[in-house]
């Protein structure tokens, strides 16, 4: 099953070579290729190369790695997100640093992360949404708990390999700031303003906006064995489950709750909040890990192919689609390491079958529009490669191949290796 999925990333990382290289993303169907920006920051390579390294696609990783180190600037004037350009690129960077020792790309992270700096410049120290990269001004104060609170990952590992502490800094004090605003019974709502502080959507759950703030709360405890982290996971994990937790007869899910009152306000679980069994079975509650996990492979053998988000009262679509995402496929991982249990091996199996029967196109896999008729859309994210397919390989690897007890996935699937 590794060498099938092996396979399937050459064949993927061809089609971005031949139609799209150089740029962001490749269209999968029109097979042509989109950049985020006026310039390419080479995000389809830079996501996609540790996962080369650790299938062990050496000479292709090397050759991605000089491409990277003669062709990516950051000195271009564009505004940027925050939150996508961390997680994709400068966590890319940073596990490519570590896997290979090039330090051009440690240097190259080093530039970003001077560049993306100023974003934290807000009277709360939370982060703007966009910085300019050339300029450092910054713009979008609305923002949300996902794009405060999952860089400390990626800027603190920064700090340790560089020496400089401003990196580790700034992060966390955006994590301590959003937590510190957290209601009275301890959840965080979907939107918050930067520069005011307060909220303006109190509605709390899982799924995307919010997800990786909770993740980033325990990953960064292990990851840098800070005590603030650990006590904020703590509390945090109590009150999600207290209030957005939901027992149904259709499985154990988490669905949407007022953040002030802890009342129970809707019944969506979106394929993003599929990460969450993983990141229950890192912290050691496997006894709900596996109760979601298994919830969640419902949602996705409804229609064989998951479903952007259901109602799970109704077991009905709430949203059509599926982006080729990985959580669901990261939970699995995570489940089958820590309980060696083969029905996360045989998940891992259907999950990679519906890939490659409905998604696969001659050229590359395409994201669906409709995961009913399984119509395909002209998209394949960078995430794709760096998430999707190395979390299937890591699936069906023997546990050698990435060692949890020493290196921490950020929320992109970057390994950052403890070497400090
Ligand atoms: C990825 O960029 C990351 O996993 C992020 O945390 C959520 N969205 C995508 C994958 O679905």
Not at 284 to 293: M, N, Q, S
Not at 394 to 405: A, C, I, K, N, Q
Request: hydrophobic share 35%.
């Amino acid at each position: 099953m590794a060498e099938r999925v092996r396979q399937e990333f050459k064949h993927a990382w061809e089609g971005y070579k031949q139609y799209a290289w150089g740029h962001d993303d490749l269209k999968p169907l029109s097979k042509g290729y989109h950049d985020w920006y006026a310039h390419t920051l080479v995000m389809t390579p830079v996501d996609a190369l540790d996962t080369m390294m650790l299938m062990g696609l050496n000479d292709e990783a090397a050759k991605t790695r000089d491409y990277i180190a003669n062709n990516l600037s950051f000195d271009r004037d564009i505004y940027v997100k925050n939150f996508e350009i961390t997680i994709r690129m400068l966590g890319g960077l940073l596990s490519g640093y570590q896997l290979s020792g090039d330090k051009r790309l440690l240097a190259l992270a080093d530039d970003l992360g001077t560049r993306l700096l100023p974003a934290f410049n807000s009277p709360t120290g939370m982060p703007y949404v966009y910085v300019n990269l050339k300029t450092g001004a910054v713009r979008g104060e609305e923002t949300n708990p996902a794009e405060i609170g999952t860089l400390l990952i990626e800027f603190g590992t920064l700090s340790k390999l560089t020496g400089k502490t401003v990196y580790y800094e700034k992060a966390k004090r955006a994590l301590v700031e959003l937590y510190n605003r957290r209601s009275p019974i301890g959840l965080v709502g979907s939107s918050i303003n930067v520069k005011t502080g307060k909220w303006s959507d109190p509605v709390s759950h899982i799924g995307g906006g919010i997800d990786s703030y909770y993740e980033y709360l325990l990953k960064a405890s292990i990851l840098f064995d800070d005590p603030d982290c650990k006590r904020m996971w703590n509390s945090t994990i109590d009150a999600v489950n207290k209030y957005v937790a939901d027992d149904e007869p259709t499985g154990f899910w988490y669905g949407q709750t007022n953040m002030n009152t802890g009342v129970h306000i809707g019944n969506d679980f979106e394929a993003l909040a599929a990460f969450f069994p993983g990141t229950l079975a890192l912290s050691g509650d496997l006894d709900r890990a596996r109760k979601l996990e298994d919830s969640a492979y419902t949602m996705w053998t409804l229609y064989g192919i998951e479903p952007e988000a259901i109602n799970y009262k109704t077991m009905t679509i709430a949203s059509n689609g599926y982006e080729l995402r990985p959580e669901i496929i990261e939970s699995a991982f995570y489940l089958y390491r820590f309980t060696g249990n083969p029905r996360y091996r045989e998940m891992g199996r259907v999950f990679f079958d519906s890939l490659v029967k409905y998604c696969r196109t001659d050229v590359a896999f395409a994201a669906l529009s409709d995961v009913k008729k399984k119509t395909q859309k002209d998209e394949m994210e960078s995430f794709f490669l760096a998430e999707t397919l190395k979390y299937l390989y890591l699936l069906f690897s023997p546990p050698e191949t990435l060692d949890l007890s020493k290196n921490v996935l950020n929320t992109e699937a970057h390994p950052m290796r403890r070497t400090w």
